[in-house]
């Protein structure tokens, strides 16, 4: 099994139009141009290897591997890909067992040059971990709230203060008015109140 | 550097300090619009794009503020579609705001939605030349950064003139025209800023199709044309990951023509051209590709690798080897290497080797293979595997004493190994029935020595049935005399024929056939499969009719 993007093959005169063949029969003497796609005996997967199947780069680590394999799952499920599940699967055993994978490093090409040429050009067009995404500033306007305050009810302090009914003292303890008045002085944390409890 | 680690950690901690109010205060039963956003906003500054939707779902009558902002929280999870759907909400509600306008324009292009980026520009421009500049410093961009009003590019007075480049750009892209004419007057800081644009789209498909245009109107801008190559090159390389060589072929070749001045540019479009025609199995041109590629970057390793597969694939394994050889020099420390396999390189080196080995093997081209398998040695001299290897391919490029010091070699290293003592018969050269002989006692002597050893056993059975066509050839030798002796005492008279020189000749062949049988005798016992018993035993029924024969003639 192979991948079968690989099955097909130019005709050496893409640019000269070789006219392409109507169902008829008939040789379509018009303007199209299209070239003629010949079906070839399908690349076996170890020739074509287990970075081109995955996309990857032979230094990708564990983690961009299994990312790779799971995209490329997803595209064979949803039909965007050509590539057959079991040779995506065999393309991760491949890689996740390091003597294989250095037999395949051997045995395969290399899409990008030793200086990561390619690798430079994706990233300069926002291509990350295979995916192109967008890198441009949008705007932003966020409303100036600096200052504002919501409209709440803020009780006035004096009249909460006048409206207090002090208890009757007992007499046998005389220090409670003044821990009293020391409690009232402290200052309030309506965080630390428990509104629910 | 310690600085703006120490600003973040503030500005983290300060974030983290408002939520907690701002939650406390939403827990408490507060719906207030703006606390609501506000909320969201710090949300969204800490990077919780998720929580900050949550949040801005729950003002219950949005305005465009609030759903400009999710259009930002959409284009941040690169959710374009929906962004465009939120910015054009927004935009509805305010007509007059120039942010959601230039968002929504972009965001559209990105998408690929000319016509309705062109639709739009007019209203773009309208606001860039009447807006009132509303954003204040340390305001924010979309990726949560503050952003000072004065450095913003939002400021730039160049705006205006940047849509109309835009438009210009758009308007030939439509029409497919050969460059409007603000297109052909560009400056280059124009220029640079709609590169830079195009750059940050994000979508390739858009980008190609923009700068396409972008190239067509402006042919001698080297700037453009450069874009443009490497945005077919990353374009390719995206078909290329989905293994669609083909359609990664037709739209790489029409820049074959084109000779870039990017040294680095042109290299890695016969790189991809190179590969492209060898995985559609067209080895001469994938050849010629990486031929060019080669003279261009004459020490890339990885160049000299796809060279050198490439011939492989096409069989022809001798011009493969130049850069193979090349490659194997090249591997230093410059090649980039997976994390966490140490010594990779030379791993690396040691497989491509025994690989090469292997394929020389394949063909019988001992000496080549050899010639690798001592380079693998070199590289791993008291590794076992490779010097049995080694001694195999001594043994059979008919070097024994090379085979045999390697041999010594592995005794040193493996001292307890039964194996060994079955390569030292290989080293018997067998020739003659008295070989033979020899042979079959020490393969007998070594089973009985190591008993139940699987492997010596089934050297010893692979060795016997090299043993059996010997036996064979050399019954028919003996036969051949025997049939001619036979034929010359048949057709001579009687009174020419000397007896006694028969009967001596048939002494001598009974002999032969005697220490022939007996060989077969002893060879029996040490095969294991029916078909070489069969062939054993028709071999000694053959042997005894022909005794029989030599004996009525005198023997």
Redesign the interface.
């Known amino acids: 099994m192979g991948a079968s993007g690989a099955r097909e093959r130019l005709g050496n005169t893409v640019n000269e139009g070789v006219p392409p063949l109507r169902s008829s029969g008939e040789w379509d003497m018009g303007q199209s141009a299209e070239p003629i796609v010949l079906e070839l005996a399908t690349l076996p997967r170890e020739q074509v290897g287990p970075f081109l199947l995955l996309g990857l780069d032979k230094t990708a680590d564990k983690e961009t591997i299994d990312a790779h394999w799971a995209e490329r799952l997803k595209w064979a499920r949803k039909g965007l890909s050509k590539v057959p599940l079991e040779d995506i699967n065999w393309a991760r055993e491949v890689l996740s067992d390091i003597e294989r994978r250095i037999r395949a490093d051997v045995a395969s090409l290399n899409i990008d040059t030793t200086d990561g040429m390619l690798a430079q050009l994706a990233q300069r067009y926002g291509v990350q971990e295979g995916k192109a995404v967008r890198t441009w500033e949008a705007r932003d306007s966020e409303k100036t709230l600096a200052d504002y305050q919501p409209p709440a009810e803020v009780p006035d302090a004096e009249a909460v203060y006048a409206a207090l009914v002090v208890p009757e003292l007992p007499e046998e303890v005389p220090a409670v008015p003044l821990l009293l008045e020391r409690l009232a002085q402290q200052p309030l944390d309506p965080w630390a109140i428990d509104l629910e409890g | 550097m310690p600085g703006v680690l120490s600003i973040a950690e503030s500005d983290s901690a300060r974030y983290e300090a408002a939520a907690g109010?701002f939650e406390?205060?939403v827990q408490?039963g507060?719906q207030?619009t703006?606390?609501l956003?506000?909320l969201a906003?710090v949300r969204k500054r800490q990077g919780k794009l998720h929580e900050a939707r949550n949040v801005l779902r729950k003002i219950a009558q949005p305005d465009a503020?609030v759903i400009?902002?999710m259009g930002?929280l959409s284009?941040q999870e690169?959710q374009?579609a929906q962004a465009e759907e939120e910015f054009a909400h927004a935009w509805q509600m305010d007509p007059r705001?120039?942010?959601i306008c230039?968002?929504l324009l972009?965001t559209r292009l990105?998408l690929g939605k000319i016509e309705d980026c062109l639709a739009l520009i007019p209203a773009a421009l309208d606001l860039a030349s009447h807006r009132l500049v509303?954003?204040?410093a340390g305001?924010?961009?979309?990726?949560g950064q503050p952003v000072a009003y004065a450095s913003s590019?939002?400021d730039n007075p160049d705006e205006r003139r940047f849509l109309l480049v835009l438009q210009a750009l758009l308007q030939t892209c439509c029409k497919g025209t050969n460059g409007a004419p603000s297109l052909a007057e560009l400056t280059a800081a124009d220029e640079q800023r709609l590169l830079q644009?195009l750059?940050?789209?994000?979508?390739?498909d858009t980008?190609h199709m923009l700068l396409k245009a972008l190239a067509r109107a402006r042919p001698r801008s080297t700037a453009i044309r450069e874009a443009y190559l490497?945005?077919v090159?990353?374009k390719a390389?995206?078909l290329?990951?989905?293994?669609?060589?083909?359609d990664a072929?037709?739209l790489l070749?029409?820049l074959e023509r084109e000779k870039s001045n990017n040294r680095?540019?042109q290299?890695?479009l016969l790189?991809?051209l190179g590969?492209c025609a060898?995985?559609?199995?067209?080895f001469d041109?994938a050849i010629k590709h990486f031929l060019a590629a080669i003279k261009l970057?004459p020490n890339?390793?990885?160049?000299h690798?796809?060279l050198a597969?490439t011939y492989e694939?096409k069989g022809e394994l001798p011009q493969a080897d130049p850069y193979w050889n090349r490659f194997f020099d090249l591997l230093d420390d410059?090649?980039?290497?997976?994390?966490?396999?140490p010594h990779?390189l030379d791993?690396?080196a040691y497989?491509?080797l025994g690989?090469l080995a292997a394929r020389y093997s394949e063909k019988e081209k001992w000496a080549g293979a050899l010639n690798y398998v001592q380079r693998a040695a070199h590289l791993r001299p008291n590794d076992p595997d490779t010097l049995e290897r080694l001694f195999q391919l001594y043994n059979q490029a008919k070097r024994p004493q090379d085979a045999r010091r390697t041999l010594e070699k592995l005794r040193q290293l493996r001292p307890d190994e039964p194996q060994y003592e079955m390569y030292e018969l290989d080293l018997i050269e067998v020739k003659s029935l008295n070989d033979i002989e020899k042979l079959l006692t020490e393969i007998d002597r070594i089973l009985k020595h190591y008993p139940n050893d699987v492997r010596v056993e089934e050297r010893a059975v692979n060795m016997v049935g090299n043993v059996i066509p010997l036996m064979g050839t050399l019954c028919d030798q003996l036969t051949d005399q025997m049939s001619k002796v036979i034929d010359q005492v048949r057709n001579l008279p009687n009174y020419q024929i000397n007896w006694s020189a028969v009967r001596e000749v048939m002494r001598d062949l009974l002999r032969e056939f005697q220490k022939l049988r007996r060989i077969t005798g002893k060879c029996l016992p040490l095969v294991s499969s029916d078909e070489h018993r069969r062939i054993i035993r028709d071999l000694a029924e053959h042997i005894d009719k022909k005794m029989e024969a030599c004996r009525s003639m005198g023997a």
Not at chain 2, 240 to 246: L, N, V
Not at chain 2, 278 to 282: G, I, L, N, V
Request: hydrophobic share 40%; with cysteine; net charge negative.
């Open positions: 109010f406390r205060a408490a507060c207030d703006h606390v956003y506000m906003m503020h400009l902002q930002l284009l690169n374009l705001s120039y942010e230039y968002n972009l990105t509303t954003q204040r305001s924010i961009s979309d990726d590019s939002y644009l750059r940050h789209l994000g979508q390739l980008v490497e945005v090159l990353v390389k995206e290329i990951d989905r293994c669609a060589w083909t072929e037709l070749r029409p680095a540019t290299l890695v790189n991809l590969c060898c995985m559609t199995q067209d041109s970057a890339d390793p990885r160049l690798q796809n597969l694939w410059r090649v980039p290497v997976p994390p966490a396999i990779y791993h690396l497989e491509g690989r």
